[in-house]
């Protein structure tokens, strides 16, 4: 099974975490299965940006984000070209590492 790594995130998970998930799900419920608490305002199905991570190895082995995907991208806060809406990257079989953005868009809608 693929190893997952995640870096610290200040709330979510403050020392980061290390762990595996089976190829096939999504890295959203990977997240939370280990109890590391990422939003998913929409429940997962493709209609928010709260889930947004970036994915900072092992993005090639995800399975292609579609349109609708990408679109809600470009209003994710600290998007970067390996950005994807956890609910929809579909893990592969290759080790991935993944950062939890600092904040969602509801944060930054709060707090800027
Ligand atoms: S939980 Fe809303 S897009 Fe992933």
Redesign the pocket.
């Known amino acids: 099974m693929p190893q997952i790594v995640v870096l610290p995130h200040e709330t979510l998970c403050p020392e980061g975490a290390v762990f595996d998930a089976a190829t096939g799900t999504t890295v ?1 419920d990977a997240l939370l299965a280990q109890d590391i608490e990422i ?13 947004h991570v970036v994915v900072r190895e092992g993005f090639d082995s995800l399975n292609e984000a579609e349109e609708r ?1 990408e679109d ?1 991208l470009d209003m994710a806060w600290g998007l970067e070209a390996t950005s994807r ?4 990257a579909v893990i592969g079989t290759e080790d991935l590492v993944v950062e939890i953005p600092k904040y969602t868009i509801n944060h930054a809608r709060e707090n800027h």
């Open positions: 959203c939003e998913h305002a929409c429940e997962k199905s493709c209609a928010c940006t709260t889930c995907e809600l809406l956890s609910c929809q």
